[in-house]
């Protein structure tokens, strides 16, 4: 009798079990279900209000994780037959101004070096990016407007790599810009403060409207694309970490690699000097005029300011220069009387190439030096 009722009770123990399993199925199908009917209506809501925004250049195989980017306003529709609206303007709304903190931004970037690199596949990687090497956000108004220097004679492997890493960053970060590259003609010596004091002056030229403008040397990449390519209340000083300096500040005064002034406040301090022939001090000097003209140099957070430096000998006619600790202890008194205001050269030849605006100017040479009696 006790085994009986055991196996009664037993059994109905199976039963209320597999009850409980059933309904259990049934509750998990029904949840399924819901949940399935809710992803497939907003799917389909979002293809629809996205299928207007298509166009033939959106593609997210974009280099360093850039997100898809947009032809200027204005583009043709995908349709080739489609015939726009008579009453489409009436209806479209006016852009709104770009967001300080762009949405798209990827953040630390893989920067390598060891890949081989073209002109033709930066181009084929930035469809969007115009004669001249000039961009313009299509879906908000860009802040400023941006003219990017550089300095350069002899350095074409490395612009390949410089524009394959930025033009995606430059998208990125919303920034309506113009890169030039401003070409020291001749082989005598190198003179970089002078050739940026060339590229303000010519890039204005080019478009006057820029209040904007970035110095960079065509070597060092930003590993972050959140160290924005702006200008600020104050001087911008954005190579803070660099990977030759183990990532940190080498000194609080240094303002070398890449560096940003607005309009007003590189005519503020008549621009950069003039006569630092070879390499060193004209960084320094920038940073006398900035801090003895009542300005600070501000800089992004350490973590954010790094850059890799593609490696590279020394290029000649670029030795170091003898006389440069001598010239950045004068800078109070030269700095009236060298810079944009007293800036000569001869434009030699203007050539826009798809990816950017390469100027080539004759610049002079240093004068001699005096004998030591």
């Given at each position: ?13 199976c ?6 399993c ?21 799917f ?5 209000r996205n299928?207007?925004?298509a ?9 360093n ?22 009453n ?29 690199m ?12 115009r ?31 410089w ?6 960053i430059?998208?990125?970060?919303k920034?309506?810009?113009?890169i ?5 003609f ?9 050739l940026?004091?060339?590229?303000f ?24 694309d ?14 803070v970490g660099?990977d030759?300096?183990?990532?940190r500040?080498p ?46 140099v ?15 000998e020394?290029d ?14 004068n ?11 007293t ?9 826009r ?14 004068p001699p030096?005096?004998a030591?009696g």
């Amino acid at each position: 009798m006790t085994r009986l009722l055991l196996g009664v009770t037993l059994e109905r123990i199976c039963k209320a079990v597999l009850l409980l399993c059933l309904l259990h199925f049934v509750i998990i199908m029904i949840l399924y279900f819901d949940v399935y009917a809710q992803h497939l209506d907003f799917f389909s809501r979002f293809n629809a209000r996205n299928a207007s925004r298509a166009h033939p250049f959106s593609n997210s195989s974009r280099p360093n994780g850039t997100v898809p980017s947009y032809g200027p306003a204005g583009a043709e529709a995908p349709s080739p037959s489609a015939k726009p609206s008579t009453n489409h303007s009436a209806t479209e709304k006016p852009l709104q101004p770009c967001q300080e903190t762009p949405p798209g931004l990827v953040g630390r970037l893989l920067i390598e070096f060891s890949s081989p690199m073209s002109m033709e596949r930066v181009q084929r990687e930035n469809p969007d990016v115009r004669l001249g090497g000039k961009y313009t956000p299509s879906d908000c108004l860009p802040r400023q407007k941006v003219a990017i220097l550089i300095p350069f004679r002899h350095r074409e492997h490395h612009l390949k790599y410089w524009l394959h890493y930025l033009h995606p960053i430059l998208r990125r970060q919303k920034v309506a810009y113009g890169i030039y590259i401003i070409n020291q003609f001749g082989e005598d010596t190198f003179n970089r403060a002078k050739l940026l004091n060339v590229g303000f002056l010519e890039a204005l030229k080019d478009d006057e409207e820029y209040d904007c403008f970035i110095f960079s040397d065509v070597d060092l990449i930003p590993m972050d694309d959140r160290n924005l390519y702006r200008c600020y209340e104050q001087p911008r000083h954005f190579a803070v970490g660099m990977d030759k300096f183990g990532f940190r500040l080498p000194y609080a005064g240094y303002f070398g690699g890449v560096s940003g002034l607005s309009k007003s406040q590189f005519l503020k301090i008549n621009g950069f000097p003039n006569e630092y022939w070879g390499w060193g001090g004209e960084d320094d000097d920038i940073f006398n005029r900035i801090s003895l003209n009542g300005m600070k140099v501000s800089r992004p957070d350490i973590r954010i300011g790094r850059y890799r430096m593609i490696k590279h000998e020394r290029d000649k006619h670029n030795e170091p220069n003898p006389q440069r600790f001598t010239k950045i202890q004068n800078t109070k008194m030269t700095m009236k009387r060298d810079g944009i205001s007293t800036l000569q050269y001869r434009l030699v030849e203007v050539s826009r190439q798809p990816m950017y605006t390469n100027i080539t100017v004759e610049i002079g040479r240093p004068p001699p030096r005096l004998a030591r009696g």
